[in-house]
T-cell receptor
Framework: KAGVTQTPRYLIKTRGQQVTLSCSPI?????VSWYQQTPGQGLQFLFE???????NKGNFPGRFSGRQFSNSRSEMNVSTLELGDSALYLC????????????FGPGTRLTVT | AQSVTQLDSHVSVSEGTPVLLRCNYS??????LFWYVQHPNKGLQLLLK??????LVKGINGFEAEFKKSETSFHLTKPSAHMSDAAEYFC??????????FGKGTRLHILP
């Protein structure tokens, strides 16, 4: 079974730009969660999508948004990038979320200059 | 409200000695508990999970964890550390609300 894939793996953007990251979950998994990881703040939950609906949301500004498609693939978008958005963005897929274990992708390393 | 506290941000042990990574949780319901490991520049990998079956859970790479409801703890242990165990470890709690909370992580250093 193929694992979770994230594209692109590395990205460099300029302040004020926007970016879209993509995540393909494991086949059959309906839950996709996104996390931001930085040295200072650690691993922070962004949001979770389940069957194309946002089910849970963390404490991030509205510049961070996401969506999930009917094939469970998910995208997250960050608009008006700030230097502080530089981070590793991790996607995790799960059969149904919650008590089910998550399988993580390798992450997308975003650098904002 | 649920929460999870990893009591040590860094732990150093010598190769071949036991490992103990501590995790306390708070949950209104019967929680599911997980430990994940992240090696440098890699994604997270599930080590083990507890979902109200046996209180002693065995995971991969010789790790195990014991769920103690009275102490609200889920500490991760390994009898003998190996150099390849050097990584960051995350304790995670999930309850009936389907929210998933990660601890801040414990970085494990293995001394030769």
């Amino acid at each position: 079974k193929a694992g979770v894939t994230q594209t692109p793996r590395y990205l460099i953007k300029t302040r004020g730009q926007q970016v879209t990251l993509s995540c393909s979950p494991i086949s059959g998994h309906r839950s996709v969660s996104w996390y931001q990881q930085t040295p200072g703040q650690g691993l922070q939950f962004l949001f979770e999508y389940f069957s194309e609906t946002q089910r849970n949301k963390g404490n991030f500004p509205g510049r961070f948004s996401g969506r999930q498609f009917s094939n469970s693939r998910s995208e997250m978008n960050v608009s008006t990038l700030e230097l502080g958005d530089s981070a590793l963005y991790l996607c995790a897929s799960s059969l149904q979320g919650g008590m089910y274990e998550q399988y993580f992708g390798p992450g997308t390393r975003l650098t904002v200059t | 409200a649920q929460s999870v506290t990893q009591l040590d941000s860094h732990v150093s042990v010598s190769e071949g000695t036991p490992v103990l990574l501590r995790c306390n949780y708070s949950s209104s319901y019967s929680p599911s508990l997980f430990w994940y490991v992240q090696h440098p520049n890699k994604g997270l990998q599930l080590l083990l999970k507890y979902t109200s079956a046996a209180t002693l859970v065995k995971g991969i790479n010789g790790f195990e964890a014991e769920f103690k409801k009275s102490e609200t703890s889920f500490h991760l242990t390994k009898p003998s550390a190996h150099m390849s165990d050097a990584a960051e470890y995350f304790c995670v709690v999930s309850d009936q609300g389907d929210k998933i909370i990660f601890g801040k992580g414990t970085r494990l250093h293995i001394l030769p």
